[in-house]
């Protein structure tokens, strides 16, 4: 017998910029027969703008109520795999609509992970300029007490995504690996 894994099938994916989530959470909801939503995605196709671009024309706080609007009509359907930007789970707003709707796994990757792995990337408008390995390391720790209310943890350093996408599938399946 196959057990029905936490959530229902569906879950959301947190974590920083580079962890993998939207690439793991394709997998995942393969794997689970889900539909994949990539919250940056729909925020850029409502805007008609990516996300650079919101971020440039409009600032910040523009950026962060079109997530809200996105993620509220994103839980409006059941059995989801959602992929949400590194920012949208700081929010308690955003936190109690995301773990009301389906287990929130965060993805964890070291700063070094994380600056490997966007070193040619100049697609994150809160790393640009400046020290990118200091904003790195400053963002992570302050946003860390965020991230850590999530229901699973998964690391991800040195990990292929379909590694960390079968660590997810088997935790969701798993209710005693659950923090709280
Ligand atoms: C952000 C992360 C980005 C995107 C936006 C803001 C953040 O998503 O939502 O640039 O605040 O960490 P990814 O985590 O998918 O890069």
Known sequence: ????PL???AAVLIGFMGAGKSSVGRVVARRLGAE???????IESAAG???QEIFASQGEGVFRDLEKEAIR???SVPGRVLAAGGGAFCDAGNRALLKGYAPVVFLDASPETVIGRLSRDASRPL?????????????MARRRPAYGKSDFGVSTDGLTVVQ?????????GDRKGRRK
């Open 49 to 51: 703008r990516s996300v």
């Open 7 to 9: 959530g229902g099938g």
């Open 127 to 139: 790393l640009q300029g400046g020290d990118r390995e200091a904003k790195v390391r400053e963002l």
């Open 1 to 4: 017998m196959t057990r029905r």
């Open 36 to 42: 994949f939503v990539d919250l940056d995605a729909r």
């Open 164 to 172: 960390v996408a079968g660590r997810v599938v088997a935790l969701l």
């Open 73 to 75: 009509q994103a839980v």
